[in-house]
T-cell receptor
């Protein structure tokens, strides 16, 4: 069955620290990969997406992610986090399973200390 | 930029009552979805809808749930007899004929008392 695993459930960083959030997926077909962010009390926002082409994808707010097909991974990175990056981050993959749907990981709660 | 809208933003109901959550997908989209996020948990797929019928549903989407596209613009999720554990954020999403990106609405927070 298709699944998405996020390695860290909670991450605490100081401002200006570098961030890397791990994401691995299990799906045999062609994948479309996403990272969503959910700020406290707000709805899902798309950070970035990978469909094809350059495996290094740049998104909004200085985030980027690298698709490594051989490792089934799509890790999210940011060189220097800010207090305003405090949020929950969800990795997701599109899957065709008779229909078409998005499968989300469990999420990683990031807290950035000022 | 076109976006998915949902109403109401917050719905409070008594256990056993029926609720209808409304979504207006992006106008030229043909695929429609409902997802649920229980507080503190991940976003879970409920159901997908295309060509006026359900194309896939999850185990969560049992007989108390139903979806409908009553007119050309709205897409609704009905919960017939709400339970405490139905309290969650419900997200609607839509997708065009081409392309693989779903566009999510802002969600409806359902609170069952």
């Amino acid at each position: 069955a298709q699944s998405v695993s996020q390695h860290n459930h909670h991450v605490i960083l100081s401002e200006a620290a570098s961030l890397e959030l791990g994401c691995n997926y299990s799906y045999g077909g062609t994948v479309n990969l996403f990272w969503y962010v959910q700020y406290p009390g707000q709805h899902l926002q798309l950070l970035l997406k990978y469909f094809s082409g350059d495996p290094l994808v740049k998104g909004i707010k200085g985030f980027e992610a690298e698709f490594i097909k051989s490792k089934f991974s799509f890790n999210l990175r940011k060189p220097s986090v800010q207090w305003s990056d405090t949020a929950e981050y969800f990795c997701a993959v599109n899957a065709y399973t008779g229909g078409f749907k998005t499968i989300f990981g469990a999420g990683t709660r990031l807290f950035v200390k000022a | 930029e076109p976006e998915v809208t949902q109403t109401p933003s917050h719905q409070v109901t008594q256990m056993g009552q029926e609720v209808i959550l409304r979504c207006v997908p992006i106008s030229n989209h043909l695929y429609f979805y409902w997802y649920r996020q229980i507080l503190g948990q991940k976003v879970e797929f409920l159901v997908s809808f295309y060509n006026n019928e359900i194309s896939e549903k999850s185990e969560i989407f049992d007989d108390q749930f139903s979806v409908e596209r009553p007119d050309g613009s709205n897409f609704t999720l009905k919960i017939r007899s709400t339970k405490l554990e139905d309290s969650a954020m419900y997200f609607c999403a839509s997708k065009g004929e081409r392309g693989n990106e779903q566009f999510f609405g802002p969600g409806t927070r359902l609170t069952v008392l």
